[in-house]
């Protein structure tokens, strides 16, 4: 049974920083790339960043270019997203996502929540 559980999310304030984790199983980890996303009410799910499967190439959206970082470890089946200096913009259900060809997992999300 493919899983995919993301934690880590929670309430801040503007300039703080968050690690979300997600946690894969029931899939072979490193065949997948591996990417978060996010999406708050009414509007399109947003690729945040992106690993390739295994670790080397990265990529990220303008908006997390310089503030997150995302890394994964293959041998704990495991893919984070270091955010620093968070800001109210950045308030999503954050997605972790796996991808290979044209197969797809998705996990349920966490909160994140950046206010004064």
């Known amino acids: 049974q493919v899983q995919l559980v993301e934690s880590g999310g929670g309430s801040v304030q503007p300039g703080e920083s968050l690690r979300l984790s997600c946690v894969a199983s029931g899939f072979i980890f490193t065949d997948y790339a591996m990417r978060w996303f996010r999406q708050v009410p009414g509007k399109e799910r947003e690729l945040v960043a992106a690993?390739?499967?295994?670790?080397?190439?990265?990529s990220y959206s303008d908006s997390a270019w310089g503030r997150f970082a995302i890394s994964r470890d293959n041998t704990k089946n495991i893919v984070y997203l270091q955010m620093n200096n968070l800001q109210p913009d950045d308030t999503a259900v954050y997605f972790c996502n796996a991808i290979r060809l044209a197969t797809l997992y998705w996990g349920r999300g966490t909160q994140v929540t950046v206010s004064s």
């Open positions: 690993t390739s499967s295994d670790g080397v190439d990265k």
